[in-house]
T-cell receptor
Framework: GESVGLHLPTLSVQEGDNSIINCAYSNSASDYFIWYKQESGKGPQFIIDIRSNMDKRQGQRVTVLLNKTVKHLSLQIAATQPGDSAVYFCAETVDNYGQNFVFGPGTRLSVLP | DSGVTQTPKHLITATGQRVTLRCSPR?????VYWYQQSLDQGLQFLIHYYNGEERAKGNILERFSAQQFPDLHSELNLSSLELGDSALYFCASSETSGVSYNEQFFGPGTRLTVL
């Protein structure tokens, strides 16, 4: 499949280690945020979301942290596995009636054996 | 498999032409979203429809238009194509457009190449 974002920032982690992917969002009025995973040749896949009235949300092996003061979002992946290798995007929305999402540039996660 | 289907998978056409991309949402999903993904611009939201009604517009050019039909499938029409329109076009669907449940399921995409 096509390589998306050939010049994306890359995070390389050892298998089994924890990964932290960061995202700075642009609009202080954004009230809903999503992390997506995109594997080569596939469409984005929802990982986890968080609303602006929360600071932290946990899923299975993933945690999202939201810091509204500095407009920063992070995705933590515990015990990173080879299958986690992908491009990760954060997305923010400022309009709940219509879902007008703004995506970050993405980070490529590479899991080393 | 997300349950969202897109056709065609690949499309090669010439500048100035017009194409139509088709999306069938997951069964039961009322919202359809279109996105463009290019190497230089990343993933960009184009437009959102809910139950046939346009709900939000993003960075969609005037040469592009979309609609959602009564059976909830959607089409994205791209006209007067330019080289820069070459990209992956994704469709996504979700159950509602409200706040309560917003997970979007993406289709496999249509790769458009304009020569």
């Amino acid at each position: 499949g096509e390589s998306v974002g050939l010049h994306l920032p890359t995070l390389s982690v050892q298998e089994g280690d924890n990964s932290i992917i960061n995202c700075a969002y642009s609009n202080s009025a954004s009230d809903y945020f999503i992390w997506y995973k995109q594997e080569s040749g596939k469409g984005p896949q929802f990982i986890i979301d968080i609303r602006s009235n929360m600071d932290k949300r946990q899923g299975q092996r993933v945690t999202v942290l939201l810091n509204k003061t500095v407009k920063h979002l992070s995705l933590q992946i515990a015990a990173t596995q080879p299958g986690d290798s992908a491009v990760y995007f954060c997305a923010e929305t400022v309009d709940n009636y219509g879902q007008n999402f703004v995506f970050g540039p993405g980070t490529r996660l590479s899991v080393l054996p | 498999d997300s349950g969202v289907t897109q056709t065609p998978k690949h499309l090669i056409t010439a500048t100035g032409q017009r194409v139509t991309l088709r999306c069938s949402p997951r069964s039961g999903d009322l919202s359809v979203y279109w996105y463009q993904q290019s190497l230089d611009q990343g993933l960009q939201f184009l437009i959102h429809y809910y139950n046939g009604e346009e709900r939000a517009k993003g960075n969609i050019l005037e040469r592009f238009s979309a609609q959602q039909f009564p059976d909830l499938h959607s089409e994205l029409n791209l006209s007067s194509l330019e080289l820069g329109d070459s990209a992956l076009y994704f469709c996504a669907s979700s159950e509602t457009s409200g706040v309560s449940y917003n997970e979007q399921f993406f289709g496999p995409g249509t790769r458009l190449t304009v020569l």
